[in-house]
T-cell receptor
Framework: AQSVTQLDSQVPVFEEAPVELRCNYS??????LFWYVQYPNQGLQLLLK??????LVKGINGFEAEFNKSQTSFHLRKPSVHISDTAEYFC???????????FGAGTRLAVHP | ETGVTQSPTHLIKTRGQQVTLRCSSQ?????VSWYQQALGQGPQFIFQ???????GRGNFPPRFSGLQFPNYSSELNVNALELDDSALYLC????????????FGSGTRLTVV
């Protein structure tokens, strides 16, 4: 069975500072990995996904993530955050060939001026 | 192209009642998944429908049931509502292809009192 652990429930950061949101996963099979963002009272928006190929994945809004198979991690990074990045971020995993997403508990990113 | 539309946006029901939530999938998408997101948690997979057939189910009791229609829209039905069913219910559609391009709706906020 797969599981996802988001290591930080909340991450406070000042505007224009860099940020890293950490995600570790557990699976006995090959997986696909995703990061979603959820703004208040809204659904989930895909930031980026890793299916195969380069382990460094670039997404929307300046976010990127790196897949590390040996450490079973998929950390999300942004070099300079904006106030508008304040939201809940979810890491998710899916077993290859099976369209079911397993989500972590989420990380609340709070960007302060 | 239109995105995923869910209705209603908010709903209040009494314990023991039944509820039906609706989802219109994105144009061109033939697969619909439903997720339950309790307050402060990540979404949990309920089930998925592909071409009107259930194609995977999470750890939810049989009182959670669904339908997919020929136009690929979908319903989630919950019988004998319990207080713990209070949550945001998210619908996601996809083309079922290997790009894992899920599009989420904004959700229905269900409150059981």
């Amino acid at each position: 069975a797969q599981s996802v652990t988001q290591l930080d429930s909340q991450v406070p950061v000042f505007e224009e500072a860099p940020v890293e949101l950490r995600c570790n996963y557990s699976s006995s099979v090959s997986v696909y990995l995703f990061w979603y963002v959820q703004y208040p009272n809204q659904g989930l928006q895909l930031l980026l996904k890793y299916l195969s190929g380069s382990t460094l994945v670039k997404g929307i809004n300046g976010f990127e993530a790196e897949f590390n198979k040996s450490q079973t991690s998929f950390h999300l990074r942004k070099p300079s955050v904006h106030i508008s990045d304040t939201a809940e971020y979810f890491c998710a995993v899916s077993e290859k060939g099976y369209n079911k997403l397993i989500f972590g508990a989420g990380t609340r990113l709070a960007v302060h001026p | 192209e239109t995105g995923v539309t869910q209705s209603p946006t908010h709903l209040i029901k009494t314990r023991g009642q039944q509820v039906t939530l609706r989802c219109s999938s994105q144009s061109g998408h033939n697969t619909v998944s439903w997720y339950q997101q309790a307050l402060g948690q990540g979404p949990q997979f309920i089930f998925q429908y592909y071409r009107e057939e259930e194609n995977g189910r999470g750890n939810f009791p049989p009182r959670f049931s669904g339908l997919q229609f020929p136009n690929y829209s979908s319903e989630l039905n919950v019988n004998a509502l319990e207080l713990d069913d209070s949550a945001l219910y998210l619908c996601a559609s996809s083309s079922g292809g290997e790009d894992y391009g899920y599009t989420f709706g904004s959700g229905t906020r269900l409150t059981v009192v």
